[in-house]
């Protein structure tokens, strides 16, 4: 099976910084594609932030990621890694982290699905002030 755990979450102020970790545990991590997800509120849907493939090449983006957010995957250690700066109090929320359902190094899938994903972590908290 295959078990994610995030950390790296925290309150703090505009324009700041922050890392997020997801660790992977499972013997077919490296082979699936990972995400960060995350959700403004309870009720509120959960949007898409950033994906990674398998082999750590092919980096996916939400528009409002873009400019400041940088995914990246240590595929030794099994972890995938969300940069975060110029943070803004709209990026507050939960942050969960993803690996796709299925087993593939494509480097083409529906990357801002949340049904392309099989497991989801407990999610992290960031709080953003002004």
């Known amino acids: 099976q295959v078990q994610l755990v995030e950390s790296g979450g925290g309150m703090v102020q505009a324009g700041d910084s922050l890392r997020l970790s997801c660790t992977c545990s ?38 409002f990621a873009k400019e400041w957010f940088t995914i990246s995957r240590d595929v030794i250690r099994s972890t995938v890694t969300l940069q975060m700066s110029t943070l803004k109090p709209e990026d507050t929320g939960i942050y969960y982290c993803a690996a796709r359902g299925v087993v593939s190094y494509t480097e083409d899938f529906n990357a801002d699905r949340d049904g392309e994903y099989g497991f989801w972590g407990q999610g992290t908290q960031v709080t953003v002030s002004s």
């Not at 490296?30 to 950033?50: D, K, L, P, Y």
């Open 26 to 63: 499972g013997r077919t991590c490296s082979r699936r594609a990972m995400g960060w997800f995350r959700q403004a509120a309870a009720g509120q849907e959960r949007e898409f932030v950033a994906a990674v493939t398998a082999s750590g090449n092919t980096q996916y983006y939400a528009d």
